[in-house]
Every structure is written in structure tokens, then in C-alpha cells.
């Protein structure tokens, strides 16, 4: 039975739980995961990551939206950020990851190389590119093409993986010079027609624009997200999810 069967079959079986790092002293119910549970690995650079107060992830955006809507998830990876989230309908916030504020594409293959995962992931959230594009001398065509070497790479850890690229939102326009901007242009471009040609029956790779109507009102500095710009992310996101489950 494929991923996405078995989830149209058990999505109303959720059994609530919150994350099982948390200290017991936190007050967090017990969590239980099942068969069922989709096992979701978030990587990228800081906007992966986080870093309260000073600015947001889409992580906590997301799980919410998983919760509300009764998903059956589980997000994993190596770190934990040190931010303080709110409980959401009596939960605490499910806060593994793979975000590393500063990360390059080079920095993400070194990670999987030396990074052993507890659990394999099926989905994951790929938010990268920002960091090549600023700080390094690497065209959009040689970043991108490290980022098929990423893919291939989760593929040594499943398979079946399913993987969401972002086409990553812009830095605020302040930052955006005409040549970082006609760099992003291109880099998104060639991240759709990348998800295009490595996607997969078996291996979805799916591009998630994040660049569309973006505004200078999403940005808590000159690159990363404010809580309204998480939540912007975090919807693209959960929809692409969505209809790719659930079409």
C-alpha cells in the first residue's frame, strides 16, 4: 500500500500527542506513534531553523496546521531550537529538525553525510540556496545541481522519499541588489525545472514557489521570516502537502 493510501485511510485515527523531548516538568502529554505516522525531516539553512525572538521558522506555523487539521505526523531530525512555543489544543510543539542557521547546499550534503537519523524520513521539507547565492561565488545552475546531489542522497535513506524543494522567497527588497535578484530569478527557475526532472513514481520531488507575492511585511530583518511570513511559508507548504496526499 502506497504512502498516500495508507494516509487517506488513517487520518481519522490520530491519536493526540505531543512531542517526546519535552521535559517532564512542561507538563506535555505522552506521545504515541504508530504505523501510521508520518515521519517528516525539515532541512535547510536558519529559516529552517529559527531563532526566537528574533525571527521565525514555518516549523511551528506547520505543525499547527497538522494538528488542527488532524494529521498523523511526526517531525524529525538531529537538533532541537532553544525557542519558546506556546502549547497548541493542549500539545507542546513537536520541535525536531535539520535547520542550520548559515547553511550552504555544500553544508547540507556534509550534514547527511554525517548525520544518523533515528527514524527514516518519508517526506522532506528542503528549504536551501539562500545562503550559496549570498555568500559564496556559485552560479544558481551550481547550486542547484548540488541540490540534485542532496536528492540523491535522501534517496540513499528512502527510496520512496517524497521531497518538497522550495523556490525560496526573496530577502527583503532593502537587500535584493539587481544582480542577487536576477540570481534568485534564476535559481527558482531552474529549482522548477530540477523538481521537474528528477521527480519520480516512486520519488516525488515537487517545487513549492515561496517567492509569489512575497512582501517586505514577512520579514523580521533583511532575510528571515517574521510570524507572518512563517505562516505565509508554512501554508504553501501544508497545501502542497495537502494535494499531493489528499488530490
Known sequence: MTLKNLFVLLLSFLTFYACDDQKPEEDCPTITYTDSTIEILTLGDSRVEGARPEFESYRY?????FVENNWNIDLIGSQEDDGAYAKFQDLCFDND??????????????????????????????GIGGNDATTTTSTPAEITDRIEMIIEKLRQLNSEVIIFVEQIAPGRSDFMTAELTEDFLEFNSLVATMATNQNTMTSPVIAIDMSEDWSDSYMADLVHYNEAGAKVVAERYYQAIKAYLMP
Do not use: R
Not at 61 to 65: D, F, V
Open 61 to 65: 506555523e506547520l505543525w499547527k496546521l
Open 97 to 126: 529538525h535539520e535547520g542550520t542557521g548559515g547553511a550552504t547546499t555544500s553544508d547540507i550534503l556534509a550534514t547527511l553525510d554525517q548525520v544518523t537519523f533515528e527514524k527514516i524520513p518519508e517526506i522532506v521539507l528542503l
